[in-house]
């Protein structure tokens, strides 16, 4: 009995093959197994989307979204990263085959990304640096110069296709059946990109900021808008048995991990020492895990696509003879654009809902600081062998020093600061502090001034200490002389203006993130007929909405209170747990509503597939279920 010998590995060509996507219609068992292959994410294509999420990450780890600065910067960047992935993943889910000039060029686009990372610690639109300005237009224009070569690539492969005699300018050549015009458009606009990105180079100057920069984001949205407008025309170029959402979907958990990622980081800092464990931070912690799941849940239950638009975006190859009409395709297309600002949104709420975990240790410790000070207080005025003063100068002293063994304070100005206020403190005559339990009392009397300014003012240097160990503070030595009482006051109050910010931006994108997802279920199903789902997607809007007018409240007084409590993450978490609830309970009860003769349901309808045709199936109550 003859032993089959085991069928020898391909080579590794120069250019590869073409694919063999299966787009005529006819299946056998080789176009099935070329069709698994093509829509199943490409070992090249995981590699970049990780190379994607680790920029994304490093960025979040250099830049924080404290500042309205920052926070512009913060968007700026992800702009242009997201449409940099986004432009490789549309000519990976189509054309990418594994060869060796194919690789050659993969190291090119990974190092593009490495090289976007490396100029990431010195991106700042208002505070520009010429040569690191310039080297990301160079970069960019790399990228879309590959990006190039890469069609030229998918072009020379397909050459045996292309009809002969057919003028690129004629109108045969713009049939939808010619692809061939379509992939020259498609590098063309890359080429063109690369040049805008070139010449936009030599605008930046050290003297001033440019606003040509701007030109980064419109030309990577315009180049996307180009690819699709393409793809939508040519037939054979379309995303039909490709992994376009496979991409989307990818993505999106990448976020979401960054998310988790974040928060654990975030956990060695916010707890010291064994006493950081308190219930309401792990209840915070918690919360802020739960609305990360919570999001993944919306999203794939309810924002995924129907397999109408999965055969659009290539994940379903059922009813392929059946046309996609105009409207399904665009929906599609949008679909996937309408990713952008729900990533966006995704990274900016997980960014935010850190600061807030950070936020909320540090007003424990506020508590804990002001306790400790208090207690310090009564203590000297129980001491009768030192004195009021010099007693309350050492526990006060004593405190300071046990807070900065915790968190370190490094800076010159506050050590001068500190010494300042106790002489200050000790200063004062211990009959004209006794009587008082508390420094509140003191607060009013003009006598007094010099001691509650000072009291005040060790006790916000103290709790500077602690901001800055948590990156909220950045009060810097140079400078300090000039104003060495208000110092230490202005980086206070500095932090607490920045948190301002964070509280209205993840309020508002919490809310916008909600009606993105909202949005992708309109696209993802571009004909709502069913009671139910309409009245889902009200309610989802109307808790959007809510999340959004919420961030309102930092101009009243409710603020300061909300903003000490705890309930920030879990008051978010809550109304997105409430919208998946209602996502779901919609599917759990069988609603009916019966108008005359007439049963109109309000679960969607059930469809089923008939000689390659998809027909509409409501299910109406039997004859006994409705006697019952």
């Not at 900021?209 to 040519?234: D, H, K, M, P, Q």
Request: aromatic share 12%.
């Amino acid at each position: 009995m003859a032993i089959s010998k085991p069928d020898p590995e391909e080579p590794l060509t120069l250019f590869g093959k073409k694919r063999a996507d299966n787009a005529n219609g006819v299946v056998d068992q080789e176009s099935e197994e070329s069709r698994k292959e093509n829509s199943e994410p490409h070992n090249l294509m995981l590699l970049y989307d990780l190379f994607f999420a680790a920029n994304m990450t490093a960025f979040s780890n250099i830049h924080d979204t404290t500042s309205v600065e920052r926070l512009v910067a913060y968007i700026g960047y992800f702009a242009v990263l997201w449409f940099l992935w986004l432009n490789v993943m549309l000519f990976d889910v189509r054309f990418v085959v594994d060869s060796i000039s194919e690789r050659i060029l993969r190291a090119i686009h990974l190092g593009a990304m490495v090289g976007v990372s490396v100029v990431a610690p010195q991106y700042n639109p208002a505070d520009q640096v010429k040569e690191t300005f310039q080297v990301f237009s160079i970069i960019l224009m790399i990228s879309r110069l590959t990006l190039a070569a890469q069609y030229g690539l998918a072009i020379y492969l397909r050459k045996e296709e292309f009809k002969p005699g057919v003028g690129f300018l004629t109108k045969e050549a713009f049939s939808k059946e010619t692809s061939r015009t379509g992939l020259i458009i498609m590098c063309v606009t890359h080429v063109a990109a690369a040049l805008i990105y070139l010449g936009i180079t030599f605008r930046f100057t050290n003297s001033t900021n440019s606003r040509v920069f701007v030109t980064w984001y419109v030309v990577g949205f315009l180049e996307t808008c180009v690819i699709f407008g393409v793809s939508f025309w040519f037939e054979e170029l379309g995303f039909k048995d490709k992994a376009l959402q496979d991409r989307m979907k990818t993505a999106t958990l990448l976020i979401l991990g960054e998310g988790v990622i974040v928060v654990a980081e975030h956990v060695s800092t916010i707890v010291k020492n064994a006493n950081s464990w308190t219930p309401q931070t792990v209840g915070v912690l918690t919360a802020t895990v739960a609305l990360i799941y919570i999001i993944f849940q919306i999203y794939f239950d309810w924002s995924w696509p129907t397999d109408k638009i999965k055969r659009v975006l290539g994940c379903s190859q059922s009813d392929l003879n059946r046309d996609q009409s105009s409207w399904d395709k665009i929906s599609g297309y949008l679909w996937s654009l309408a990713h952008f600002p729900f990533h966006l949104a995704l990274v900016l709420v997980m960014e935010g809902a850190t600061q807030f975990v950070v936020w909320w240790k540090i007003v424990e410790l506020i508590d804990y600081v002001s306790d400790e000070f208090l207690a310090a207080f009564r203590l000297a005025e129980s001491d009768t062998n030192t004195g009021i003063a010099a007693s309350m100068v050492n526990h006060l002293n004593a405190t300071v020093n046990q807070i900065w063994e915790h968190y370190p304070r490094d800076l010159l100005v506050s050590h001068f600061h500190r010494e300042t206020l106790l002489k200050t403190i000790g200063g004062f005559r211990d009959e004209h502090l006794r009587g008082f339990s508390t420094p509140d009392g003191l607060e009013g009397n003009p006598e007094f001034q010099d001691f509650t300014d000072a009291f005040r003012g060790l006790k916000v240097t103290t709790l500077n200490s602690i901001l800055n160990n948590f990156n909220l503070e950045e009060i810097a030595d140079a400078g300090w002389q000039d104003h060495p009482e208000t110092y230490e006051q202005q980086a206070f109050d500095d932090a607490a203006e920045r948190f301002e910010l964070v509280y209205i931006y993840v309020f508002c994108l919490a809310g916008a993130a909600l009606i993105l997802m909202a949005l992708l279920h309109v696209l993802s199903r571009p004909r709502l007929t069913v009671l139910a789902q309409k009245a889902v997607l009200g309610v989802v809007l109307v808790f959007g909405v809510g999340l959004m007018l919420l961030a309102t409240m930092s101009r009243h007084e409710a603020h300061a209170r909300f903003t000490t409590t705890p309930w920030i993450i879990p008051t978010i978490c809550i109304v997105f747990l409430f919208a998946l609830v209602t996502i779901h309970g919609s599917r759990w009860v069988p609603f009916w509503a019966r108008s005359g003769s007439t049963t109109v349901m309000l679960t969607e309808p059930v469809s089923e597939v008939k000689d390659g045709q998809t027909e509409r199936k409501d299910v109406a109550p039997s004859p006994e279920e409705k006697k019952a």
